[in-house]
């Protein structure tokens, strides 16, 4: 299985700013994923990371709003744009084993945006 | 899309009690997934279940693909159960997520 690390654990952060969040596996990965979980509900796809070339975004989520990096198999990163206190959510970082199959998930940035 | 229903939504169990959990989908899958998310937020990989049957000490799990549910068993539950547990499915999509059984057991 997938060791899967976050940085920062947690940020409060003011409306209008940015923050960065970062992903490491600790094994080379084909399949890199973002995921959003606002207060108190279940998980949603943001959008898959590709390496080599731009992310695949879901229905109601932006390039502009959440640009991703995946410069490598085993990095990538999220960053939430001019935050709204409605992006308040725990953001987690997701890697599929090497067949595509199981899906392991990282310890997730919780972001309180004031 | 998949869509994913999980029931009961809520569940409060003393200790030692069992219990089950179903995740009901519509379309077929190629994996299908059950995590425990703790109270700290961590989600836990239970099971990767797409059909047959697995246990893992107390928690054991069941995936009938051909009538599109999955049954989630808890025996004699501990406080440290509680949580919310989540069914997830992946068709020709990554992982969709249902919304959970919040589980509450009290000693």
């Known amino acids: 299985s997938a060791v899967i690390s976050q940085k920062p654990s947690r940020d409060i952060c003011q409306r209008g700013t940015s923050l960065t969040i970062q992903c490491q596996v600790d094994?080379?990965?084909?399949?890199m994923f973002w995921y959003r979980q606002q207060p108190g509900q279940s998980l949603t796809l943001i959008a898959t990371a590709n390496q080599g070339s731009e992310a695949t975004y879901e229905s109601g989520f932006v390039i502009d709003k959440f640009p991703i990096s995946r410069p490598n198999l085993t990095f990538s990163t999220l960053t939430v744009s001019n935050m709204s206190p409605e992006d308040s959510s725990i953001y987690l970082c997701?890697?599929?084993?090497?067949?595509?199959?199981?899906?392991?998930f990282g310890p997730g940035t919780r972001l309180t945006v004031l | 899309g998949i869509q994913v229903e999980q029931s009961p939504p809520d569940l409060i169990l003393q200790e030692g009690a069992n219990s089950t959990l179903r995740c009901n989908f519509s379309d077929s899958v190629n994996n299908l997934q059950w995590f425990h998310q703790n109270p700290w937020g961590q989600l836990i990989n239970l099971f990767y279940?797409?059909?047959g049957t697995k246990q893992n000490g107390r928690l054991s799990a069941t995936t009938v693909a051909t009538e599109r549910y999955s049954l989630l068993y808890i025996s004699s539950s501990q406080t440290t159960d509680s949580g919310v547990y989540f069914c997830a499915l992946k068709g020709n999509t990554p992982l969709v997520f249902g919304k959970g059984t919040r589980l509450s057991v009290i000693a």
């Open positions: 997701s890697a599929a084993d090497p067949w595509g199959h199981e899906q392991f």
């Open positions: 279940i797409p059909s």
């Open positions: 094994s080379q990965v084909t399949m």
